[in-house]
């Protein structure tokens, strides 16, 4: 079977939204979408979003798998929760934006560049080293996360503010080196292990 | 009792009267120009003591004709109601007071309005007497119904119910109509998630147990004469015997039949065997009963079925239905849950453009839907082909904006209703040498004005929907279900329900010779003075009710029991020789003529309103509530509809020195309000033609406007006074004063 045959059967099955409702955080309740457009119309961020909510929602009913899940829009989600408040089918629309980026992200597919992603991805291997939020290098990582060039030329904008944090003790130059962590580090990351565990447990990654 | 007439005039001085106007000049002038017998003032006349006050002089004094100078006669119908006595009411509140700002230089004006209102009511009430009793009305208990299907079923069930005989007549020859081939109906009770029977089984087992009622199966109605309370209908049968009943009142429950999906090649409809419209997926639902449902060609399970919504409907395209069916989204949801029912894994796509779910349960209904795992895209099928494994779809997903095929085992296409409404009865007569269209009547009607219920748009019957939806231009006649507007069964059950009401009420009133709505309860009927016709025919050809046949010397017949009490044949009468004993050309026409018309220079013209009473003098009256005032030259004169505007009024009051006339009736037309359906619009097409009249006169065309006006509109209705009281500035007073 050619791609585009392929695609003709799968596309406005029911597969791919059961696997959103197997697998996505409140994904249950795509299928109760009924098309009208509010939530894009809420979004501040939404003119800029690739695929705003409503129509996430019909191309998960559409059986746009790859669509969906490589899709930066989800990402794009600020959790203003203006949506939510004013969908008249009470879809917990932030919730699912934040469901299917976590499961794009755990099928692997998510897209690499998208800075969301990317700083999500700073924030979490920051906080999981030390058990505690080390600023100053979170904040370096951020600054670097474009490259080298990029980072001393936002250090440098940035110097006035870090300077004057570090006077008024928010920020400490310490830091750099170790910084401070949590009791039991190595406890902290049997815990995160465990976790991962049962979680993949309860939730089989489709494909693995 | 004496045929002495003995007017007696009641003057308020309560609601502020007292204060605002000259109450002993009123009396006066009822006693000396309105020539009164007994004038009477009294501080408060609704109160206890000013009614028994009133009735009093009707046991006492002999008094006959009762003037009531108070508010407006849409108030205080309750205090002001005695027996026996015609009563004419003058609106000095509403009227006058409220609508004149309370002001030293506004008070003359204001006596005048007053001291007008005075002289007409004495006037109308010299002309009115009291409706005599109808030799017309007839009592019969019987209800004839056209239809067995569930709107006839529901409607013979609730007027046995309510003590009713029936008599069902039905052309097939089974109970049900379309809805006995249904396997499963929409939900008609919360939390409408799941489908329910369809329940003709045991409306049918009711209606068999039920001595009320009678079922003629296999037969049509070949002949409906008469009129509520008297109509008799020839019932047939298939192999042609007669037989002949007599009827108070009858509902056409004629029902819809299905649109002819052969037209819709483009959507593969004939193609393929596995396109079916709506009742042909019911057919192979009751086929599977429970079971997995099979496509028709090769007999394979079905695994993945389209609906098609509004397959050849809300189109403008030829041959298309361009009304929405109002049943078939829903109806489309009930069939893709016999699928997921049976086999959640069943794909089932439903491609609508707006989904469309009336009802209480509507919404519900939709989300079990969607629970249940339906699949609902909005987009527009262009085109279903038979492919080689299934039909294919190609659609246009109108929110991903993409062009779609997708192959299905079964396509099933939401075509429209179209209702059985028999004749269309204001068809143009067909161009010679035109191919014959025939269509059956349902109702075989004798009437003048042809067999079946006129219809308004799309072949539905006229049934006035936006105010009063089971009232047709056919008194006596009700109608029920899809004949009337697409519907799906439960509205058609509610339908039913109140038509059978309305048909009883019709029939009660017929027992008692009064009028049915919206004048219900009025007793007065059109008198018609023979002698006097020219036999020129606009009675009979502009009753919107079909009230008046041809007797066989060809004058008009007059219906009692059919007719409205509109007055618009009283309107139409070129000779004036119809009439009703409250309301006719006099009762009217002297009103006008006995205002106080001041001279050409004295700077105070005169503005005559018609205001048809069910709209736009409510409006007037509300009006004043708010303290929207109007110029206080306007006279107001209530009419029972813009129908009755006899041009005689029009003409006495040009020649009477009126400088402009203001007519006001309800919106005509396809969403008319008119509570008389055409009245305000042939009253609209009389008046375009009052310009001759006005040329003859050699006045200025702008003089005589006529306006649609809503109950709503207590803005606009004084506005349009006020516009004319501008205009006649304009153009100057008319030279007609003497
Ligand atoms: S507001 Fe709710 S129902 Fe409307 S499109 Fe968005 S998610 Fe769907
Ligand atoms: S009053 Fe109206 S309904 Fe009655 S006969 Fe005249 S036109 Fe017809
Ligand atoms: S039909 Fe129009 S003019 Fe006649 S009564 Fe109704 S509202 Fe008035």
Redesign the interface.
């Known amino acids: 079977m050619t791609d585009a045959n392929q695609q003709?059967?799968e596309?406005?099955?029911?597969n791919f939204?059961r696997e959103v409702e197997d697998n996505v955080e409140e994904g249950g309740w795509v299928?109760?979408c009924?098309?009208c457009g509010v939530c894009s119309g809420s979004c501040p961020l939404g003119p800029h979003w690739d695929h705003p909510p409503?129509?996430l929602f019909?191309?998960i009913?559409?059986g746009?798998r790859d669509e969906v899940l490589q899709s930066s829009s989800m990402w794009m989600c600020t959790s203003c929760y203006n949506c939510i408040v004013r969908c008249p089918?009470e879809l917990p629309i932030t919730h699912i934006m934040h469901g299917l980026a976590h499961y794009a992200k755990r099928l692997g597919i998510a897209p690499k560049n998208q800075p969301t992603h990317k700083f999500a991805q700073l924030f979490w291997n920051n906080l999981t080293k030390t058990g505690r939020v080390n600023e100053l290098k979170l904040g370096l990582a951020l600054y670097f996360m474009n490259g080298i060039s990029e980072g001393i030329k936002t250090s440098l904008k940035m110097k006035d503010v870090g300077l004057g944090m570090m006077m008024t003790k928010r920020l400490s130059p310490m830091e750099l080196i170790g910084g401070h962590k949590c009791k039991d580090t190595s406890g902290l990351q049997a815990i995160l292990k465990k976790a991962e565990e049962l979680e993949a447990a309860r939730i089989p990654v489709a494909g693995k | 009792m004496s045929d002495e007439i003995k007017v007696g005039a009641y003057i308020c001085k309560g609601c502020g009267l007292g204060d605002r106007l000259d109450c002993g000049q009123l009396a006066t002038i009822a006693e000396r120009e309105g020539k009164a017998n007994l004038v009477r003032e009294h501080d408060f006349l609704c109160n206890a003591e000013g009614v028994a006050m009133i009735q009093n002089d009707i046991d006492n004094e002999g008094v006959n004709k009762v003037m009531i100078a108070a508010c407006s006669r849409r108030s205080k119908n309750d205090a002001f109601n005695f027996d026996n006595v015609a009563i004419s009411r003058g609106n000095l509140r509403e009227g006058v007071i409220w609508t004149r700002p309370d002001t030293d230089e506004a008070r003359e004006t204001t006596q005048e309005m007053a001291a007008d209102y005075v002289r007409m009511g004495c006037q109308e009430i010299k002309y009115m007497a009291l409706p005599h009793a109808n030799e017309e009305a007839a009592s019969n208990n019987n209800l004839l119904i056209a239809g067995g299907g569930i709107a006839g079923m529901t409607a013979a069930i609730e007027a046995a119910a309510a003590g009713y005989p029936v008599t069902i007549v039905e052309k097939s020859g089974q109970l049900g109509g379309g809805a006995a081939f249904e396997y499963k109906r929409i939900p008609e009770s919360a939390p409408y998630a799941e489908l329910e029977d369809n329940g003709v089984a045991g409306m049918v087992a009711k209606i068999e147990g039920d001595s009320k009622i009678t079922v003629h199966l296999n037969s049509t109605i070949t002949k409906t004469s008469g009129a509520p309370g008297r109509f008799s209908a020839d019932i047939s049968t298939e192999s042609g015997s007669t037989s002949t009943g007599n009827f108070g009142a009858i509902i056409m429950a004629s029902g819809a039949r299905n649109y002819d999906a052969n037209q819709l090649p483009e959507l593969g409809y004939g193609k393929t065997p596995d396109v079916v419209d709506q009742t042909g997926l019911e057919k192979l639902a009751v086929e599977a009963n429970g079971g997995p449902i099979k496509r028709p060609s090769d007999g394979k399970v079905v695994e993945?079925v389209v609906f098609v919504q509004c397959a050849g409907q809300r189109s403008t395209q030829e041959g298309h239905l361009p009304y929405c069916s109002g049943h078939c989204c829903l109806t489309s949801i009930k069939q893709a849950m016999y699928f997921k029912d049976q086999n959640p894994?069943v794909?089932t796509?439903i491609i609508y453009t707006d989904?469309r779910t009336p009802g209480a349960g509507g919404e519900d209904f939709?989300?079990s839907g969607?629970?249940k795992?339906i699949?609902?895209?909005?987009g527009t099928v262009s085109e279903v082909t038979a492919g080689s494994n299934g039909p294919e779809v190609k659609f246009n997903?109108l929110?991903?904006d993409q062009e779609?095929?997708?192959?299905a085992d079964l396509v099933v296409l939401a075509t429209g209703q179209i209702p059985n409404s028999g004749v269309d009865v204001d068809a143009p007569e067909p161009e010679e040498g035109a191919p014959e269209v025939s269509v059956d009547s349902i109702l075989n009607l004798t009437y003048r004005q042809g067999k079946d219920l006129p219809h308004l748009k799309y072949g539905f019957n006229d049934s006035h929907f936006i105010c009063f939806p089971y009232e047709t231009r056919r008194t006596g006649i009700y109608s029920a279900g899809p004949v009337r507007r697409p519907m799906d069964m439960a509205q058609a059950k509610e339908d039913a329900t109140g038509a059978a009401l309305k048909a009883i009420q019709a029939l009660e009133n017929a027992k008692l010779g009064r009028a049915a709505h919206p004048r219900s309860g009025d007793l007065s009927f059109p008198n018609f003075r023979k002698e006097g016709c020219t036999q020129c025919k606009r009675c009979t050809v502009e009753c919107p009710f079909g009230a008046i046949d041809e007797d066989e010397e060809r004058y008009p017949q007059f219906n009692e029991a059919r007719c409205r009490r509109c007055g618009t044949c009283m309107g139409a009468c070129p000779v004036r020789v119809i009439s009703f004993d409250n309301y006719s050309v006099e009762t009217v026409g002297q009103q006008l003529k006995n205002v106080d018309m001041p001279d050409e220079f004295d700077e105070k013209p005169r503005i005559l309103v018609l205001a048809c009473e069910n709209d736009a003098y409510p409006a007037l009256d509300m009006a004043a509530q708010n303290g929207n005032h109007y110029s206080p030259y306007a006279r107001v004169i209530p009419v029972r509809c813009l129908g009755s505007v006899n041009t005689i009024w029009v003409t006495d009051a040009l020649n009477s020195g009126y400088d402009g006339i203001v007519l006001m009736g309800c919106q005509k037309g396809e969403n008319y309000q008119c509570h008389f359906v055409k009245g305000s619009e042939i009253a609209h097409t009389r008046m375009s033609k009052i310009d001759d009249t006005l040329e003859s006169l050699s006045l200025e065309k702008e003089r005589v406007a006529t306006y649609e006006v809503a109950i709503t509109d207590i803005e606009r209705a004084p506005q349009l006074i006020n516009d004319m009281a501008e205009t006649v500035e304009k153009v100057g007073m008319s030279p007609f004063k003497f």
């Open positions: 003709m059967v596309q406005y099955r029911n939204l299928k109760m009924m098309q409503q129509e019909m191309m009913r559409a746009k089918r | 993945n894994e794909d796509n989904l939709y989300r969607q629970q795992g699949t609902f895209t909005k997903d929110i991903l779609v095929n997708e192959s």
